[in-house]
């Protein structure tokens, strides 16, 4: 085996895609207008107690300043169906938010219906970590729905869905 050390940003990404990830759609209503971001850097479990996630986000993005100033931001973490949803609310144009079925709190969390687990959050911390800043979410509310609907996954830069194999453990 060898190792390569010259770690070049392409390089890097490539290599970071091996690794599946859960796709979360990080939503909030802000002066009356859905305004979200899409992350697959996202991380459950972080701390119990507290009850902590956390997600990286890129130190250029400009939707984030405004999603963060929400009291609370509906984490949606996105089923099978939503592989377009993805681009679009990672769009740069356009009404990202146009046709999709949207659920909302009175304290501003934005989630995306059909998802296959919310989390109502509120910013716990943020930490610089080179070009991204890691965002620690405290979780105030938990709303599942594995029956209903699989989570998707991102792997080799590729939106995919999981299977579950026909038999009982």
């Known amino acids: ?16 895609a091996r690794f599946p990830s859960g796709v979360a759609a990080l ?34 993005s400009n939707t984030w300043p ?17 592989h377009g949803v993805c681009r679009q609310i990672a769009s740069k144009q356009g009404d990202r938010f146009a046709g999709l079925s949207l659920t909302d709190t009175e304290e501003g969390a934005l989630f995306l219906d ?18 991204h800043h890691v965002v620690l979410l405290e979780v105030h509310g938990v709303s599942t729905h594995q029956e209903e609907h699989e ?13 579950q194999p026909e038999y009982a453990i």
């Open 1 to 16: 085996m060898s190792l390569t050390r010259e770690l070049e940003p392409t390089l890097l990404r490539n290599a970071f």
């Open 27 to 60: 939503c909030a209503t802000i002066d009356g207008a859905p305004q979200g971001i899409v992350a697959s850097s996202f991380t459950v479990g972080v701390s119990l107690e507290p009850a902590l996630v956390s997600f990286a986000v890129q130190n250029t």
């Open 66 to 82: 405004i999603v963060k100033q929400s009291g609370r931001i509906g984490v949606s973490i996105l089923g099978a169906e939503h």
């Open 114 to 131: 059909r998802s296959a687990l919310w989390l109502e959050t509120s910013v716990h911390a943020e930490i610089p970590a080179g070009d």
């Open 151 to 163: 989570p998707l996954v991102f792997h080799n830069s590729t939106f995919r869905e999981l299977r």
